[in-house]
T-cell receptor, first 109, second 112 residues
């Protein structure tokens, strides 16, 4: 069983604050790591990918990866109400994704 | 038009019925996947196909079968539906690099 654990939610943050999402994974063969955003009743959409240790920034999103610790995180800066969604962590091994249960983020206006 | 489409979008059926969920894509991708999503459990892989002649079981394939009719079409069948197959089902595609997966809009299936 390839386990992916995400911090339990829901996570409530005020507008303009930083939302911090964490994810640990058990499969050491995981090569690529993805963060998907899923609005209620909708399909997941990719927001970030990261392949090597360190940080990767894309707009208000920053992904961090530490393969030795089997840890990946996502920071959302200047949180907006439109960021209210469930965020899914998905390590990939051999072209197959394993998903965590997700962390639901609510941004308070 | 959407790149990945799923039909039907909603379906209510009874225990023991055979049901087919269909997925079509216009992205030209070789790889296609079927997932189910249950509240609190995330998405779990049912079956995947890397090309027309390739079918592979995922982590929860029992009770399901698939057919890859063409590069663009991948169908999921429940031969005899049971209530614990009530879930949201997603189809996804990716190219040969297998990097990013693109998801369809989902099918909400209820088995009574």
């Amino acid at each position: 069983q390839k386990e992916v654990e995400q911090n339990s939610g829901p996570l409530s943050v005020p507008e303009g604050a930083i939302a911090s999402l964490n994810c640990t994974y058990s499969d050491r063969g995981s090569q690529s790591f993805f963060w998907y955003r899923q609005y209620s009743g909708k399909s997941p959409e990719l927001i970030m990918s990261i392949y090597s240790n360190g940080d990767k920034e894309d707009g208000r999103f920053t992904a961090q990866l530490n393969k030795a610790s089997q840890y990946v995180s996502l920071l959302i800066r200047d949180s907006q109400p439109s960021d209210s969604a469930t965020y899914l962590c998905a390590p990939q091994n051999d072209y197959k994704l394993s998903f965590g249960a997700g962390t639901t983020v609510t941004v308070r206006a | 038009d959407a790149d990945v489409t799923q039909t039907p979008r909603n379906r209510i059926t009874k225990t023991g019925k055979r049901i087919m969920l269909e997925c079509s894509q216009t992205k030209g991708h070789d790889r296609m996947y079927w997932y189910r999503q249950d509240p609190g459990l995330g998405l779990r892989l049912i079956y995947y196909s890397f090309d027309v002649k390739d079918i592979n079981k995922g982590e929860i394939s029992d009770g399901y079968s698939v057919s890859r009719q063409a590069q663009a079409k991948f169908s999921l069948s429940l031969e005899s539906a049971i209530p614990n197959q009530t879930a949201l089902y997603f189809c996804a595609t990716s190219d040969r690099l297998g990097d990013t997966q693109y998801f369809g809009p989902g099918t909400r299936l209820t088995v009574l």
